[in-house]
């Protein structure tokens, strides 16, 4: 395992490699500050190992620049709360107060160690991916659009049932996909922002001088839908 320490007290960072090459497993590189560590970091490195505060850039500051491109102990003499905070949420795993004892860290360090390995290990959930292209990840979401699949197959109208939210328009578009009408318009209409008394003209449109405003014949949403789907919302 091949570890970097980024310590500007050239004492503590001495101290450190000198423990820490007592164990034959850790391959251990040392900087004496971040700004020296970054352009010197590669794919090679598992573990940094980083005091906080540290001249031109603290640990923080370092952590943030390393955007998780590596698990992370910060180890410091004069910890605050807010420092603890940040760490946390920028993801590192441990954080030391000095002085520590030598096996303290190497806890970290295995600890550290085990989480990459579980998560190395952890089977990654995969997603499936019908031939017309619709994502799902859960075995019910994949059920529901194999029986859309299904369904878009056919000439019959469609209901589609649920909540608000839950993607009913999306569907819609995936049968249209999947369906014989793909080449043509899919035409949604929000039913619910049409007046009552303008419902017949929007979905079956008028002729001119139908009536008073009837200036030029306009298609309705059948019309424009002819041979493709319309979604009535």
């Keep these: ?29 040392s900087f004496k500050s971040a700004k020296d560590a970054l352009p010197k970091l590669d794919d ?10 540290m001249p031109g850039m603290d640990g923080i500051e370092f952590v943030k620049v390393l955007n998780g491109r ?32 030598i096996e303290t860290l190497i806890e970290a360090i ?3 160690h085990k989480v990459q390995e579980v998560v ?7 997603q499936k991916k019908s031939d017309t292209g619709f994502i799902s990840s859960s075995p019910a979401l994949d059920k529901a659009a194999k029986m ?12 589609l049932t649920g909540e608000s939210g839950v993607g009913k328009e999306v569907f819609a578009r ?21 007046p009552e008394n303008l419902i017949e003209s929007e979905l079956f449109g008028f ?6 405003d009837a200036v030029m014949a306009k298609p309705g949403l059948f019309e424009l839908a002819e041979g493709g789907t319309l979604f009535l919302d």
């Design 207 to 212: 002729e001119k001088g139908a009536f008073t």
């Design 110 to 112: 295995k600890r550290s």
């Design 148 to 159: 859309a699949e299904r369904a878009a197959k056919t000439d019959v109208s469609i209901l």
């Design 120 to 126: 190395k290990k952890a089977p990654t959930k995969k």
């Design 1 to 29: 395992m091949k570890i970097a320490i980024v310590e500007d007290d050239i004492n503590m960072r001495k101290s450190l490699e000198i423990a820490m090459g007592d164990y034959k497993e850790f391959e251990i590189k």
């Design 70 to 101: 590596y698990e992370v102990i910060i180890m410091t003499g004069n910890a605050t709360l807010q420092k603890a905070i940040d760490s946390i949420q920028l993801g590192v795993k441990d954080f030391l107060l000095k002085p520590f004892e």
């Design 44 to 53: 090679s490195y598992d573990l940094i190992v980083t005091d906080i505060n």
């Design 174 to 194: 995936f049968i249209h996909d999947a369906s014989p009408r793909s080449k043509k318009a899919f035409v949604a209409i929000n039913m619910a922002a049409i």
